[in-house]
């Protein structure tokens, strides 16, 4: 039986030829494909979906290039105003990408801009061959129109703030650039013979890489305003819980011993009074500052709320916890606000958990913690005081004693 003839050189090349194209166009359907499915689980991201129809829209756009259509043995004219529409539907789209990305207004002027994508698509559907070659000119104005407009809305002050927008402006300032280039060079435009050189796909792959690099650079900074304190710059409670949580549960497995720690400042309200809630608030940033400079990196301190601190000291026992405490409590006392002319001091409640009380749960140390700081203040302030749990019995404030 004869096998397959082999193919030509010519054959060969031209494949050759076709591979970046056929290449950038499945890697950026792949991405249309991840957008839209992850849309059509949160309908309420239409960013997701604007970038969804960008992507798929591209590699049509692709594909439908002459060399690809003639080796894949299609040819006629809709190919080629398919094609054209495409030149004046993808800007429009990413430009709506990109504001929809930003929370930029639409506003009257940029829903009159939207005319012109759809004047396009229909002159690419409806005129004759004659004035198809007055398309690609028109679309490439509009890309660089469109463009434009992007920019100056990534310039906005309340925008150019953002860390992130550095890097938007070098994903669409290359996707831009890349763009204009490929259809002044099938034009012939830049002084050189016309070529049809597929700039669009690598240029959008960079521009999705570099997106994704801006949007987990959003990402770490809308977690990390989630997870911290604005004043203090130390985890909030919520956060605090989170991690305080599994660290109880890792010792209930491994039987080590952890301590939580309630520190206060004393009588801030009193000073919050006579010096003013601005100095009251940097020398609650300042106590944050100290307390984290005291412990070791293991541990955690989370502001729990107003002028109260909540410490988590991970493998420490009684004297070992009752020790970081007062270093801390230390370096609380060092603090020496400007125009401030009294020591700050702190009072404090600790509690340790041993890993052997199984049914210690976080909620019930902090409590312990929190009811043996409030024993120190009844005891004059400016003091420690250590609960001291029952011998095998789980940890609660109504089963622990204090010293």
């Not at 166009?25 to 849309?39: H, K, M, Q």
């Not at 401030?340 to 409590?367: D, N, Q, Y």
Request: charged share 20%; glycine share 8%; hydrophobic share 50%.
């Amino acid at each position: 039986m004869n096998g397959a003839a082999p193919l030509s050189p010519e054959a060969l090349a031209a494949l050759w030829r076709l591979l970046p194209a056929v290449v950038s166009a499945s890697a950026i359907a792949s991405l249309a494909f991840v957008a839209l499915l992850l849309f059509a689980r949160d309908r309420s991201r239409r960013d997701l979906l604007l970038y969804g129809i960008l992507a798929a829209g591209i590699a049509a756009h692709l594909l439908l290039r002459p060399p690809v259509l003639s080796a894949a043995g299609f040819g006629g004219e809709l190919p080629a105003r398919l094609r054209n529409a495409l030149s004046f539907l993808l800007p429009a789209t990413g430009w709506l990408f990109l504001l929809r990305l930003r929370q930029v207004p639409l506003g009257r002027a940029r829903l009159a801009l939207l005319v012109l994508p759809f004047a396009g698509v229909v002159a690419s559907a409806l005129s004759p061959p004659a004035l198809a070659r007055l398309l690609p000119p028109l679309s490439g104005a509009l890309l660089a129109l469109l463009g434009a407009d992007v920019f100056v809305a990534l310039s906005h002050p309340s925008r150019r703030r953002r860390p992130d927008t550095g890097l938007l402006f070098v994903a669409t300032g290359s996707l831009l650039l890349l763009a204009l280039v490929e259809a002044a060079l099938s034009e012939g435009v830049l002084l050189l013979p016309s070529a049809d050189v597929p700039l669009v796909g690598p240029g959008f792959l960079l521009f999705s890489a570099l997106l994704l690099v801006a949007l987990a650079d959003e990402g770490r900074r809308l977690l990390v305003r989630a997870t911290t304190d604005p004043l203090t710059n130390v985890p909030n409670r919520a956060a605090f819980v989170e991690r305080a949580r599994r660290e109880l549960e890792r010792a209930s497995r491994t039987g080590e011993t952890l301590a939580v720690a309630m520190l206060d400042v004393d009588r801030f309200k009193s000073f919050n009074d006579r010096f003013g809630h601005q100095t009251g608030d940097r020398v609650l940033s300042a106590v944050a500052q100290s307390i984290q400079k005291s412990i070791r990196g293991s541990d955690l301190v989370g502001r729990y709320g107003g002028e109260e601190f909540v410490l988590l000291l991970v493998d420490a026992d009684e004297k070992s916890a009752v020790a970081a405490v007062e270093r801390v409590r230390a370096a609380i006392s060092a603090i020496a606000p400007p125009r401030v002319p009294e020591r700050i001091t702190c009072s404090a409640g600790v509690i340790v958990h041993h890993g052997r009380f199984e049914r210690a749960s976080l909620t019930g140390l902090v409590a312990a913690a929190d009811t043996a700081l409030y024993e120190s203040k009844k005891a004059g302030r400016d003091r420690t005081t250590l609960a001291i749990t029952g011998e095998e019995r789980p940890t609660s404030p109504a089963e622990v004693r204090y010293r």
